[in-house]
């Protein structure tokens, strides 16, 4: 750690760093929610599928993200599980409009919760139900009990409703991200 990071760490200014997974199924909206948490100039204009994953930024009031955005491809997802043990939080997007998979975004968010490295821990889970703005989008009520959220007794985890184009919904998530995090911390 460099002089500056020291002294502006103990001026209070520097903000704490926590290291994020972003997970669910491929076309769910990961990269795009993450983009649009970017500073306007530091988005990205043209949001490709993710090959393996990526490591982007970006910050809160109080804390600075380190967020591993997952590509959420089939034959990418036995990578999560590697990183598992290091993050602090999970951010999981689910497509409010994929009703066809939302059985298999189950499935993956089963085996999530199952994993030794997450199973024993009170990681926060922040859900976005995303891609409100489509026609057959169902509520985030509705994903809520698809998922059976409500069996996860032993984590803090909140979902909210998202346009990930738009931007819509996402402060109210990272906010509620950011509390957990401090809560956990003090
Ligand atoms: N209508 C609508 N489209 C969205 C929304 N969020 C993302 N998309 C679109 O969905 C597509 C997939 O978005 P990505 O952010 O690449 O999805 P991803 O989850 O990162 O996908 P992988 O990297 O393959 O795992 C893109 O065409 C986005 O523009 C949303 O809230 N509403
Ligand atoms: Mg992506």
Redesign the pocket.
Known sequence: MGLLDRLSGLLGLKKKEVHVL?L????????????KLKPANAQSQD?????GFSIEKFKSSSLSFTVF?????GR?RNLWEHYYKDGQAIIF?I?S?DRLRMVVAKEELDTLLNHPDIKHRRIPILFFA?????RDAVTSVKVSQLLCLENIKDKPWHICA?????G?GLQEGVDWLQDQIQTAKT
């Open positions: 972003c669910g199924l491929d076309n769910s909206g990961k990269t795009t929610i993450i983009n949001i490709v599928p993710t090959i955005d997952m590509s959420g491809q990418y997007v497509d409009s995303n891609k409100m703005d489509l998202s346009d990930a184009i738009k819509e």
